[in-house]
């Protein structure tokens, strides 16, 4: 998606997609990541997911990037938190004690800004990209986190009948994108509450593990 239609739905409000309560998902598999309190767990395209405060409860330190400027200086009022802002260029760096949200397009942010990422938890960037986009964004995340261990969340439906995003994800896409690097395990496969838009769709949470 272009840059501005993010801008344009942060801005207007419709912002659907942000969840009134930590995924399901996560808060059920999570432990399969096996980390330590003190982990740093890097959520991709993250907006001003409630996942993240989740993330925090349970002793894991997180870093975050996002497009849009306004969804973070919500998230960081929603935590109650006064962030540091830097200027690193094209991207800008919210930060707080056991956060770092790094602000402008995902592909600027590179592993030496990052910094070490003990886990990544992808719930809204893989499904909101077009398939053109999606080939670049995993090849970027892998590189950008050293393949790191990741629970992804996918959406699944009939893509003729509705437009994304959410885009729908097959099994056999996570497995082109991801095969070459991670031995992939489907940890469940369930209906979506209330469909896809009216549309019948499952979700499905992955572990992907280094090879």
């Not at 767990?41 to 405060?53: A, M, Q, R, S």
């Not at 809204?124 to 790191?148: C, D």
């Not at 990741?150 to 097959?170: E, H, K, N, R």
Request: aromatic share 8%; glycine share 8%; charged share 20%.
């Amino acid at each position: 998606m272009e840059h501005n239609f993010w801008h344009d739905r942060w801005e207007s409000g419709r912002i659907g997609f942000h969840a009134q309560a930590p995924n399901p998902l996560l808060t059920t598999h999570f432990p399969a990541l096996c980390l330590t309190e003190g982990s740093r767990v890097f959520v991709p395209l993250c907006g001003k997911t409630l996942d993240i405060g989740w993330i925090l409860s349970r002793g894991c330190i997180v870093a975050g990037a996002e497009l849009s400027e306004m969804a973070i200086e919500q998230l960081f009022e929603e935590l109650g938190v006064e962030p540091e802002i830097s200027d690193l260029g094209k991207l800008k760096r919210y930060s707080a004690t056991d956060i770092d949200i790094f602000v402008g397009d995902i592909h600027a942010l590179t592993p030496q800004m990052l910094g070490p990422v003990d886990a990544i938890f992808d719930r809204a960037a893989l499904v909101a990209l077009p398939e053109k986009m999606r080939s670049a964004y995993t090849a970027h995340l892998i590189s950008l986190t050293g393949t790191a261990p990741q629970l992804l969340v996918c959406f699944a439906y009939d893509q003729s009948l509705i437009s994304g995003p959410p885009f729908s994800i097959t099994k056999d896409e996570v497995h082109r994108h991801y095969d070459a690097a991670y031995e992939i395990t489907e940890l469940a496969n369930q209906e979506a509450a209330g469909g896809m838009k009216g549309i019948a769709a499952t979700e499905s949470v992955w572990l992907l593990k280094p090879r």
